[in-house]
């Protein structure tokens, strides 16, 4: 069974940064197309960043442009999401997720039904 697992998460000032991971286990992803969604209390979970690692097509919500960056490392199986200039807007859980159907991905990567593997969350919180 696949998992993925995020780490990464925590406490940081605004305008500091935060490096998220993801780790997949059970298979190797060459070939998927991962995402970064989030989800602040009361809200419903949205897109943050994906990449289809495949040609390299990266894509970012327009509220993270510019400041957060997504990248993976394929021998350790690990998305990261580096995220800099944090504001407390960005306070939510993070969680990443994975998919194989990569060929309907650039139409459907910013939808939470885009995707098939979703890990558990991890927390980050900005203070202001």
């Known amino acids: 069974q696949v998992q993925l697992v995020e780490s990464g998460g925590g406490l940081v000032q605004a305008g500091g940064s935060l490096r998220l991971s993801c780790a997949a286990s059970?298979?190797?992803?060459?070939?998927?197309?991962m995402g970064w969604f989030r989800q602040a209390p009361g809200k419903d979970r949205e897109f943050v960043a994906a990449?289809?690692?495949?040609?390299?097509?990266?894509r970012y919500a327009d509220s993270v442009k510019g400041r957060f960056i997504i990248s993976r490392d394929n021998a350790k199986s690990t998305v990261y999401l580096q995220m800099n200039s944090l504001k407390p807007e960005d306070t939510a859980v993070y969680y990443c997720?994975?998919?194989?159907?990569?060929?309907?991905?650039?139409?459907?990567?910013?939808?939470?039904?885009?995707?098939?593997?979703w890990g558990q969350g991890t927390q980050v919180t900005v203070s202001s």
């Open positions: 997720a994975a998919t194989d159907r990569t060929g309907s991905w650039i139409f459907q990567y910013a939808r939470e039904t885009g995707y098939d593997i």
């Open positions: 059970g298979r190797t992803f060459s070939s998927a197309a």
């Open positions: 990449g289809r690692w495949s040609d390299g097509t990266l």
